[in-house]
């Protein structure tokens, strides 16, 4: 099994960057794909990028493409969310996720692990 946490949120104007931080222990996280998703008050829980186990491939929702970059330190057992030219939209509940398909999902059902989340908010 492996265990995940969140850091790196906080509060940032916007236009301003913010980097987010998969920490895992437990088993390797080299053995998952990871995926952050994140959950606005008042609103389902949206997929935001996916990275699988080797770091050679990822995706990003619309919403993220451009501004966001996920990446994976497989020695460290860490990814990360960088994330820029951040807008008051991208306030949210960010959550990292493991699934140990090694395939790039967008759907929460595929993710077996998940991390407690890290506040973001991005006044405007």
């Known amino acids: 099994q492996v265990q995940l946490v969140e850091s790196g949120g906080g509060l940032v104007q916007a236009g301003g960057s913010l980097r987010l931080s998969c920490a895992a222990s437990g088993r390797a996280l080299s053995s998952y794909s990871v995926g952050w998703f994140r959950q606005a008050p008042g609103k389902e829980r949206e997929f935001v990028a996916a990275i699988m186990w080797s770091g050679s491939r990822s995706y990003y929702a619309d919403s993220a493409k451009g501004r966001f970059t996920i990446s994976r330190d497989n020695a460290k057992r860490t990814v990360y969310l960088q994330m820029n030219s951040l807008l008051p939209e991208d306030t949210a509940v960010y959550y990292c996720?493991?699934?140990?398909?090694?395939?790039?999902?967008?759907?929460?059902?595929?993710?077996?692990?998940w991390g407690q989340g890290t506040q973001v908010t991005v006044s405007s």
């Open positions: 996720a493991a699934d140990d398909s090694n395939r790039l999902e967008v759907r929460e059902v595929a993710y077996d692990r």
